[in-house]
């Protein structure tokens, strides 16, 4: 068969894949997303921009025309596919543009060069209000969009590779200059699909959607090591609108993260996260498994997380805040969640995380009301957990029910811990603290 009828069988295969109707009921699962891919007008391999499979040829440029000549056809019937072959494809950071589909054969990996000397330098978020390592500008992502809609970022399961040896050793050494890259970084974006992919050693966090609407992640494996600096997996920030599911992540940091801006930067610019689904998590980490926080300065609301299972991680769910970042966060439900493995079941506490100057206007106090964790099953966990506000703040609404948490082996497991809270705990084990009154609540707690 000659290579492009191969190439268009494999897109035409991929796009009918999509097309399907999910299976009929009977225990269905709910899925983020389920309407047709869209059907790109045209498609074009990146091999016929000059780039080479080899591992070894950079092919920076060559990602940089193809994207190029995509933007030229500004979404002209249907948009453009742009294939990604078998094979070892060696780049620089690049862009993305709107109206296009990033499509990553079996067997293609999109791998980032280590001559970091040669990534472009990016302004810091306007929510930051520096880089989140280091004051200045980051280093911008492997594979980055700004301003963009209806983007696919999918393939049949192929890699993008970051190689972040080189920054996580810069990191240990203290020689970085600037704040790491990520590996996938979209802002101010909406209606972005990222799916059916492998990220794997991200020099940062993986997954970065920042002030994006409509976005759907499913079905990726996110793998780095887990002693590699701050590899958050899937970090959602300041956006709206947001699905994940169906994805296993063993990194270096937080599996999956909420997140809307670092202090005062963060309040100032108050752009919530909300309106988010996680769904169907799998994974492992010295951190959190799902995680809210620590940057929460524009607020987090309207979020459900569940069927969430952890192995050997720090804390199963982790609520983060700190003094000196305001903002809010409201109607958070976790549920559905076993863990095996855990230094902490639960944690909501507001002393965690940096700031981003030397000191900090402790009169921006953030504020929790409504976070619901029920349904929790965990063995072989230290301690069941830490729920913790901050004096001459609010944090309340705190409801635990049906969670049920057991010592390593046979060891009875360390108690909950709480203060500067109130709420509600129902059917806990071991037997909740006093702060959690042991009645089914009021408002957002029945
Ligand atoms: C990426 O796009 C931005 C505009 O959004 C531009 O400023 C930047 O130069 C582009 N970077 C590269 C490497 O193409
Ligand atoms: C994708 O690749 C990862 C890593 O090799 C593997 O664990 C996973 O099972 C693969 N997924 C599919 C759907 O093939
Ligand atoms: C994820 O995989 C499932 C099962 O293969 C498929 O039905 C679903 O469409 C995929 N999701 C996306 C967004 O591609
Ligand atoms: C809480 O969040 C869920 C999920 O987004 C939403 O359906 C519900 O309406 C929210 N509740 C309130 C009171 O806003
Ligand atoms: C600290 O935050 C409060 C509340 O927003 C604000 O009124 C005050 O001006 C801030 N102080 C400084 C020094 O920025």
């Known amino acids: 068969m000659p290579p492009t009828l191969g190439l268009l069988l494999a897109a035409a295969a991929a796009v009918l894949l999509l097309l399907l109707p999910p299976p009929p009921s009977a225990g269905a699962q709910e899925t ?56 070892v494809w060696l780049t620089g950071p690049f862009n993305l543009t709107s109206h296009m589909t990033l499509f990553l054969a079996r067997g293609a990996i999109v791998r980032a060069t280590q001559d970091t000397s040669s990534w472009p330098l990016i302004d810091p978020l306007p929510s930051y209000g520096r880089g989140r390592e280091l004051p200045g500008g980051r280093y911008m992502s492997l594979i980055h969009g700004h301003g963009l809609q209806d983007v696919f970022i999918t393939g049949e399961n192929g890699t993008i590779d970051g190689q972040g040896g080189v920054w996580w050793d810069m990191w240990k050494k203290r020689t970085l200059p600037f704040t790491r890259p990520h590996l996938l970084e979209l802002m101010y974006s909406t209606d972005v699909v990222v799916s059916n992919l492998v990220f794997q050693d991200s020099p940062f966090w993986n997954i970065h959607p920042v002030y994006c609407s409509n976005v759907v992640i499913a079905n990726l494996t996110v793998l780095a090591p887990h002693d590699s600096p701050n590899t958050d997996g899937i970090d959602l920030d300041s956006s709206s609108n947001v699905c994940v599911e169906d994805c296993y992540i063993s990194a270096g940091d937080d599996l999956i993260s ?26 492992s980490g010295p951190f959190a498994g799902f995680a809210v926080g620590s940057e929460t300065s524009g607020g987090v609301e309207d979020v459900v997380a569940e069927h969430l299972s952890f192995s050997g991680v720090g804390v199963g769910v982790h609520v983060k805040t700190n003094s000196g970042r305001g903002g809010f966060i409201r109607n958070v439900t976790v549920s559905q969640v076993t863990l095996d ?78 203060r500067a809270v109130s709420g509600s705990a129902l059917d806990v084990q071991p037997s909740p603290c006093a702060e959690l009154a042991s009645t089914s609540g009021t408002g957002f707690c029945t």
């Open 32 to 87: 983020c997303w389920s309407g047709p891919a869209p059907r790109r007008g045209a498609w074009m391999s990146v091999a016929s921009f000059g780039a080479r499979g080899d591992g070894q040829t950079l092919n920076t440029g060559a990602f940089a025309r193809a994207v190029a000549r995509i933007a030229r056809r500004r979404g002209a019937r249907g948009g453009t596919l742009l294939y990604v072959p078998p094979g």
């Open 258 to 283: 909420i997140k809307s801006g670092w202090d005062e930067y963060g309040v100032a610019f108050g752009r919530p996260s909300s309106g988010i689904t996680v769904r169907r998590i799998t994974g």
């Open 341 to 418: 493995g855990a230094r902490y079941g639960l944690r909501i506490a507001g002393d965690v995380g940096g700031h981003p100057g030397a000191s900090y206007n402790a009169s921006l106090l953030p504020v929790i009301d409504g976070v619901a964790v029920r349904n929790v099953w965990g063995r072989n966990v230290r301690q069941a957990g830490l729920i913790r506000g901050i004096r001459d703040s609010v944090f309340s609404n705190i409801c635990l029910s049906n969670v049920k948490l057991y010592g390593i082996g046979s060891d009875s497991i360390g108690p909950w811990r709480c």
